[in-house]
């Protein structure tokens, strides 16, 4: 599956929680290499919320991440 074919907002929780038109390709790239596509994990409703709410904690940590990075530039 292509990135660009991935739904970043098929997950309420997710759309709820971030906003998915600001995460970065860089960002999607990385999650689906490291976690795979969320067609792996739709054989229970259960394993498709749990691979968004992953995918949300993960780029709250990616940001926090970022923003030490630049502040280490800057500072």
Known sequence: ???DE???KSD???TGAVNVDDIPT???EWWIEFYGEPS???DLLEEQHEYWLR???AFFGW???NEDKKQKVQG
């Open 40 to 42: 792996d994990y739709m």
């Open 63 to 65: 940001i926090a991440a």
């Open 55 to 57: 995918c949300g904690f």
């Open 26 to 28: 860089e960002f999607k």
């Open 12 to 14: 309420s929780w997710f």
């Open 1 to 3: 599956m292509k990135l």
């Open 6 to 8: 991935i739904d970043f």
